[in-house]
């Protein structure tokens, strides 16, 4: 080393700087080699994954890694606050990966995960800052890519087991659909008392339907279906489709027409956007368009039009694949458009409690009452003279006192509503509208 450093001292081109400048280019050659080499490693060893913020398995993915420990130990939190059915919360803690690189191992394979978050780009409906998850593993061909279609299969899984038994709300948000709240809790569909067999024929024909695309496409008919039910409030049309959700493991997405900001396009995407397996719901849709001849005048501004409406649920830019259930309090008021068949195919009249009904829920809340007592019930509430609501309301009163109920029945119960049921009968074949009619 000494006879290097001295032959080095005593040469005149390397003192004056040509061997220090020889060095720095030999150094400088040598990282962009090493950079070469690791961007053909990374082109030809490694497969990556990217997931964006934006994506719907976004959240997933982000569970899925911290499960168990699999990502790492240094996480960031979300605190969660659920109500439970007796009033009182419980608060949950969900941990995700920091932003940053981590390292797990997989069924024995090696992965590197790298979680990013842009500072200075955020979403512009959300105020949310751009997100994206980078996932690396080794891998030479296409081939090796399916790791990834395991990776986010058993990702999907764990939210759906997660889900399982709740039923999830979605609103429109901008130009996308958001969860509203936490997932709620199913409910069965037969703790909805509907009259007669009118719950059951609703699910027959949503079930014939959802197994019949084949069926439409072969036939040339848009796959989609509407249905409406009407009646006073608080009779069980809003419970019951919540409970049809949860029959069918649908979501929901309410779309509120009276938002300020929707307008005839947000409405059309909206629909077009819808997420899968969901019901679309319109409720009180009387209430969007008292006087759909005022609202046709407002067509040259940037609101939601009533003909606007009927497009986008039976037009040319209209969407299929599509579950939409509309409610009203008044069915008068509906314009024939609106109901008129393609875009309202099923009417039913979901209206105050009858004997049969009263008697149901009586023994829902008392099993084990007496059929005499049920009876003495079942005729004092029964044809129409109340909403099952109502009904609920004193039934909640007296919960474990059946028998005392039924004696203070006068006092117990409000004076009676009795109301005409609407012409329309309950599953009818609407005729095509008038000419000039939309």
């Given at each position: 080393?000494?006879?290097?450093?001295?032959?080095?001292?005593?040469?005149?081109?390397?003192?004056?700087?040509?061997?220090?400048?020889?060095?720095?280019?030999?150094?400088?050659?040598?990282?962009?080699?090493?950079?070469?080499?690791?961007?053909?490693?990374?082109?030809?060893?490694?497969?990556?994954?990217?997931?964006?913020?934006?994506?719907?398995?976004?959240?997933?993915?982000?569970?899925?890694?911290?499960?168990?420990?699999?990502?790492?130990?240094?996480?960031?939190?979300?605190?969660?606050?659920?109500?439970?059915?007796?009033?009182?919360?419980?608060?949950?803690?969900?941990?995700?990966?920091?932003?940053?690189?981590?390292?797990?191992?997989?069924?024995?394979?090696?992965?590197?995960?790298?979680?990013?978050?842009?500072?200075?780009?955020?979403?512009?409906?959300?105020?949310?800052?751009?997100?994206?998850?980078?996932?690396?593993?080794?891998?030479?061909?296409?081939?090796?890519?399916s790791v990834f279609n395991d990776f986010l299969r058993n990702a999907q899984s764990l939210a759906?087991?997660?889900?399982?038994?709740?039923?999830?709300?979605?609103?429109?948000?901008?130009?996308?659909?958001?969860?509203?709240?936490?997932?709620?809790?199913?409910?069965?569909?037969?703790?909805?008392?509907?009259?007669?067999?009118?719950?059951?024929?609703?699910?027959?024909?949503?079930?014939?339907?959802?197994?019949?695309?084949?069926?439409?496409?072969?036939?040339?008919?848009?796959?989609?279906?509407?249905?409406?039910?009407?009646?006073?409030?608080?009779?069980?049309?809003?419970?019951?489709?919540?409970?049809?959700?949860?029959?069918?493991?649908?979501?929901?997405?309410?779309?509120?027409?009276?938002?300020?900001?929707?307008?005839?396009?947000?409405?059309?995407?909206?629909?077009?956007?819808?997420?899968?397996?969901?019901?679309?719901?319109?409720?009180?849709?009387?209430?969007?368009?008292?006087?759909?001849?005022?609202?046709?005048?407002?067509?040259?501004?940037?609101?939601?039009?009533?003909?606007?409406?009927?497009?986008?649920?039976?037009?040319?830019?209209?969407?299929?694949?599509?579950?939409?259930?509309?409610?009203?309090?008044?069915?008068?008021?509906?314009?024939p458009a609106l109901i008129r068949p393609g875009r309202v195919d099923y009417i039913e009249y979901?209206?105050?409690?009858?004997?049969?009904?009263?008697?149901?829920?009586?023994?829902?809340?008392?099993?084990?009452?007496?059929?005499?007592?049920?009876?003495?019930?079942?005729?004092?509430?029964?044809?129409?003279?109340?909403?099952?609501?109502?009904?609920?309301?004193?039934?909640?009163?007296?919960?474990?006192?059946?028998?005392?109920?039924?004696s203070e029945l006068e006092s117990a119960l409000p004076p009676p509503q009795v109301l005409a049921?609407?012409?329309?009968?309950?599953?009818?074949?609407?005729?095509?509208?008038?000419?000039?009619?939309?």
């Open positions: 080393m000494e006879v290097v450093q001295s032959l080095l001292d005593s040469n005149p081109y390397f003192s004056a700087g040509a061997g220090l400048a020889g060095i720095g280019v030999a150094l400088t050659m040598l990282r962009r080699g090493l950079n070469v080499a690791t961007l053909v490693a990374q082109r030809k060893l490694l497969v990556t994954l990217e997931v964006t913020s934006k994506d719907k398995a976004y959240p997933w993915v982000l569970a899925w890694l911290n499960a168990e420990g699999r990502a790492t130990q240094h996480v960031s939190v979300e605190t969660i606050i659920r109500q439970k059915t007796n009033g009182s919360t419980s608060t949950e803690y969900l941990y995700q990966p920091r932003p940053g690189r981590h390292f797990f191992f997989h069924e024995g394979r090696p992965f590197m995960v790298e979680r990013t978050r842009e500072k200075q780009m955020i979403d512009m409906t959300s105020g949310a800052p751009w997100e994206t998850v980078t996932i690396t593993t080794p891998g030479m061909s296409q081939q090796d890519m759906s087991k997660r889900d399982d038994d709740k039923t999830i709300i979605y609103t429109a948000w901008g130009t996308e659909w958001r969860p509203f709240g936490h997932p709620r809790r199913k409910r069965p569909l037969d703790s909805v008392i509907l009259d007669t067999d009118k719950g059951e024929s609703l699910v027959g024909d949503v079930t014939e339907f959802l197994q019949s695309s084949q069926w439409y496409i072969e036939r040339g008919i848009p796959y989609r279906r509407g249905y409406l039910l009407h009646g006073p409030p608080g009779c069980g049309k809003s419970s019951f489709i919540t409970a049809l959700a949860g029959e069918l493991d649908y979501g929901i997405c309410i779309l509120n027409l009276n938002d300020r900001g929707m307008t005839d396009d947000r409405l059309a995407y909206a629909l077009s956007e819808v997420p899968q397996q969901c019901i679309v719901l319109l409720e009180d849709i009387d209430a969007a368009f008292p006087d759909p001849t005022a609202s046709r005048r407002m067509e040259t501004d940037s609101y939601l039009t009533f003909s606007g409406l009927l497009n986008t649920l039976d037009g040319v830019a209209s969407s299929e694949d599509r579950l939409l259930f509309m409610t009203t309090n008044h069915l008068d008021r509906l314009d979901i209206g105050h409690a009858t004997t049969p009904q009263a008697r149901k829920l009586f023994t829902t809340f008392y099993p084990e009452a007496s059929t005499a007592v049920a009876d003495a019930w079942a005729d004092a509430t029964g044809e129409g003279r109340y909403s099952v609501a109502t009904l609920q309301g004193v039934l909640m009163r007296y919960k474990d006192e059946p028998t005392r109920l039924v049921v609407p012409a329309l009968p309950s599953m009818q074949s609407l005729t095509e509208p008038a000419p000039g009619e939309l």
